[in-house]
DNA sequence: TCTGGGGTCCTAGGACCC
DNA sequence: TCTGGGGTCCTAGGACCC
């Protein structure tokens, strides 16, 4: 067999081991081996896992107040979600993999794909991913896993099987097609990218359980009974690229969401706004941060009053007459679209914001009616704004419509959270000298 | 009593057009 | 009783990802 892959494309998924949970480990050491579960917003849910929490049989996704005596019972560490942290130190682990090949494509916060066009001659797979791994880890602390293959649903699998690897690196085209075929055969179809739990049952009625079934269809047969995503995932097994990722630049969103759970059900129509401005000033940062205006602005209500089983949701869709990324129209148009949503008596639970059509600045046509020099105002108002947030966080300028009421009486839970250790001077771990 | 917060893509169905 | 064919655009909702 053949020890080296040169000339063709070779796509690397590096993923990094219960993110959250080895965030926190870093700057709390005593966590090491213990088992530790790290909780959704609003102490909602269980979102991630230490191995030894996973032993235990915390289910990812499962609401925490069921699990909540287990882990009391197991002394196992709870955790609210630090997203300052795993933010930053996403940031940092993102920017060092980048080095590392011709392309990467950000997939998650903790995730991402690299891609070789083509992979350099001379090189093996395993080496190269070997490399990588090492030197992720001595730079940041953090372990990380990484599948090498030709499609990148193939990478996904090989980063799922790389855990049971020495070296935590699996690379696809170096095993012996026995091998491949081994483990396709024992990765039951739900366990592969793109296949839910909906599609897997589908699946498994016409006899296809596991990768290896999956393999052997006929995309055209598979296209026809189900879906083309599913055709093009049966592509990909067969290692014959379908998802690409071999543009330099990542494709330009299309939306941006914001929105929370609030810490208790809320029926004060002040209360609403004033979660609203906040959303649609975070989404609004982050339409400028990409370049990008909106066209379309869009708010929504959750309650789910007692003796409903389902949650209500309403929406609020309005089209502007021109792309416009300045915070302060986006909050008014919210704020009057409100107006027209709330019900009063409603338990609200959540409220969001939603900035959709979204353009690269610039590229919408003026509107007859503008007033550069005003349109130039917001616009720069908008950017000092935004400068002061970087600089001073919650402590720095925003929007007198925000902050009306104590955001303690809306504001998620956060029980259980460690300190922003990397983002905030206040955070910083301190180093205690004995003499 | 208590169940996250982002995203993308696809499909179905209605309105409308020639 | 019968009731074309083909296209676009829009919205709502589902399925999936982490």
Not at 22 to 27: A, D, H, I, T, V
Not at 231 to 250: D, K, M, Y
Request: proline share 8%; with cysteine.
């Amino acid at each position: 067999m053949s020890s080296t892959v040169s000339s063709f494309p070779l796509i690397a998924l590096i993923d990094v081991n219960n993110f959250y949970v080895s965030c926190e480990r870093l700057f709390n050491p005593s966590l090491a081996h213990q088992p530790v579960v790290v909780l959704s917003n609003n102490d909602g849910c269980i979102v991630a896992r230490s191995d030894e929490a996973k032993a235990l049989g915390f289910p990812m996704g499962a609401p925490w107040f069921r699990w909540r005596a287990l882990a009391r019972r197991s002394g196992t560490v709870v955790l609210s979600s630090n997203y300052e942290l795993y933010g930053d130190m996403s940031r940092r682990i993102m920017r060092l993999a980048a080095g590392f090949a011709d392309v990467q494509e950000i997939y998650s916060i903790d995730e991402c794909f690299l891609s070789w066009h083509p992979f350099p001659a001379g090189c093996t797979a395993a080496g190269t991913g070997g490399a990588i791994r090492a030197d992720l880890e001595r730079w940041t602390g953090l372990p990380v896993k990484i599948g090498l293959a030709g499609t990148r649903t193939l990478a996904k699998l090989a980063t799922h099987w790389a855990k049971t690897r020495p070296g935590a690196v699996l690379a696809w085209p170096e095993l012996t097609p026995d091998e491949q075929d081994e483990i396709l055969r024992r990765t039951p179809v739900s366990a592969l990218w793109g296949i839910g739990p909906n599609r897997a049952r589908h699946l498994g009625q016409d006899g296809i359980l596991n990768a290896a079934d999956l393999a052997r269809c006929n995309p055209g047969q598979i296209a026809d009974r189900f879906d083309r995503p599913l055709a093009q995932t049966v592509h990909e097994l067969r290692g014959t690229p379908i998802f690409s990722s071999r543009h330099p630049s990542p494709p330009a969103r299309q939306s941006i969401l914001s929105s929370r759970s609030f810490g208790s059900p809320v029926t004060d129509p002040t209360i609403l706004a004033d979660s609203l401005c906040v959303y649609m000033s975070h989404a609004a940062n982050k339409l400028r941060s990409t370049g990008a205006s909106a066209l379309t602005i869009g708010i929504w209500l959750e309650s789910r009053p007692r003796g409903l089983s389902h949650t209500l949701r309403r929406w609020r869709l309005q089209g502007l007459p021109r792309p416009t990324s300045d915070s302060r129209s986006l909050i008014a148009t919210a704020l009057a679209l409100l107006a027209s949503l709330h019900e009063p008596g409603l338990p609200y639970t959540k409220s969001g914001v939603y900035l959709g059509d979204l353009v690269p600045d610039g590229a919408g046509c003026g509107n007859l009616f503008d007033r550069p020099d005003a349109t130039d105002r917001a616009d720069r108002l908008s950017r000092l704004i935004d400068e002061s947030h970087r600089r001073f966080g919650p402590h720095g300028l925003g929007y007198g419509a925000s902050g009306l009421t104590h955001p303690l009486s809306w504001n998620p839970k956060r029980d259980f959270r460690s300190p922003a250790y990397t983002t905030d001077w206040h955070h910083l771990p301190l180093v205690h000298a004995y003499p």
